[in-house]
């Protein structure tokens, strides 16, 4: 018995779901991060008493009436949404909420990648979810004179990988996607 598409079958199916999630470009939620909350399903006097915008505070959390302090960083909005949900089923309070959580993309809470060298307007860029570093560099200004794109390095969650800028112009089909916090160095 041959096992391998078997097994080709089952690998398929275990990445699958990660393969959604990553396509639901969702980012995960983090502090001083602002959501907007909804919820119907309750008596409408109570709506506009949790139907609001929250920060997310320091410690990761979200305060809202009578549950309490909700853990929301490192969540997708998505999750959040069914955990306010079931926290107030399972506490008795309301018997079928139903809650919304969507995130303000406002230049306060944005998500940026940073151009740390190498190009005309080095800083942080507002990040997109489809932003690749090709992008990154466009939006900052293109390269000095002096750059040097074929020994660019790009730092994501501490670790670097050089990249070569002249290549992927080259062939824009080998553009990287940035993600959040991504950090840019074009060498000069």
């Not at 939620?29 to 907007?36: E, F, H």
């Not at 709506?47 to 920060?55: C, G, L, R």
């Amino acid at each position: 018995m041959n096992l391998r598409p078997i097994l080709l079958s089952l690998a398929a199916m275990l990445l699958l779901p990660a393969a959604l999630l990553a396509q639901s470009g969702e980012l995960p939620l983090k502090a001083n991060d602002r959501v907007s909350i909804s919820i119907g399903g309750i008596p409408d006097s109570e709506v506009a008493q949790i139907s609001k915008v929250y920060t997310i505070s320091d410690n990761g959390s979200v305060n809202l009436l009578y549950i309490g302090e909700v853990r929301a960083a490192g969540m997708k909005p998505s999750t959040l949404q069914r955990t306010i949900e079931q926290t107030y089923i399972a506490r008795e309070i309301y018997t079928r909420p139903t809650v919304t959580v969507s995130t303000d993309d406002s230049a306060a809470t944005a998500r940026m990648v940073y151009v740390i060298s190498g190009c005309a307007k080095n800083g942080p860029i507002p990040w997109n979810s489809g932003m690749t570093i090709l992008k990154a560099v466009g939006a900052a200004g293109g390269f000095t004179p002096f750059a040097k794109p074929s020994k660019t390095k790009l730092l994501r969650n501490g670790v670097t990988t050089e990249v070569n800028l002249k290549d992927i112009s080259a062939n824009p089909a080998r553009d990287i996607k940035l993600e959040p916090e991504d950090q840019i160095i074009v060498p000069e």
